[in-house]
């Protein structure tokens, strides 16, 4: 990298993305270890987008956050289970999770305690997308939500 940016440039392993998402499902912890306080995940998690914001969003070419998304601290929030795109983030209300930029994709749902990470890391091309190349993996993401939400609980 050319310059040290926040949101770039993150390297990790599958077991460490997996803790991260599995946090947002312990109340802060990840097998009995302590990474966030409550309160800190709830500033996470809560949307801090207002009504305004979320409607301008359209003009900025991300108008799920308007029909059923909030964003929190460094996550999409489902604010409206009906109206959340599922592949930014469905589950729930109060799923959260997020479509990284070159495919590492995520969300974890409190509501059926689930966490779902897809990590392909390419860029999206829309000449693939045009031809259905990659369709399955999306459709895949919501057969997901739809058996997750299936189980009991």
């Known amino acids: 990298m050319a310059y040290?940016?926040?949101?770039?440039?993150?390297?990790?392993?599958?077991?460490?993305y997996l803790a991260?998402?599995?946090m947002f499902l312990g109340a802060g912890a990840v097998d009995g270890v302590r990474l966030l306080r409550p309160e800190t995940l709830a500033l996470m998690t809560t949307n801090h987008l207002s009504d305004i914001q979320r409607a301008e969003s359209k003009l900025l070419g991300m108008p799920?956050?308007?029909a059923g998304h909030g964003f929190g601290?460094?996550?999409a929030v489902v604010?409206?289970?009906e109206r959340a795109e599922p592949l930014l983030c469905g589950g729930g209300v109060g799923a959260?999770?997020?479509?990284g930029g070159f495919g590492g994709w995520w969300q974890a749902d409190p509501d059926d305690v689930s966490v779902l990470i897809f990590l392909a890391h390419n860029t999206i091309e829309l000449d693939q997308l045009a031809k259905g190349i990659g369709?399955?993996?999306?459709?895949a993401t919501i057969q997901f939500r739809?058996?997750?939400?299936?189980?009991?609980?």
């Not at 040290?4 to 460490?16: I, Y």
């Not at 959260?96 to 479509?99: A, H, T, Y």
């Open 64 to 66: 799920v956050f308007a």
């Open 4 to 16: 040290e940016s926040g949101g770039q440039g993150l390297w990790s392993t599958l077991d460490d």
């Open 73 to 75: 601290m460094g996550v």
């Open 20 to 22: 991260f998402a599995r």
């Open 135 to 139: 369709l399955g993996v999306y459709e």
């Open 146 to 153: 739809a058996l997750a939400s299936a189980l009991p609980r």
């Open 96 to 99: 959260v999770g997020w479509p």
């Open 79 to 81: 604010l409206n289970s």
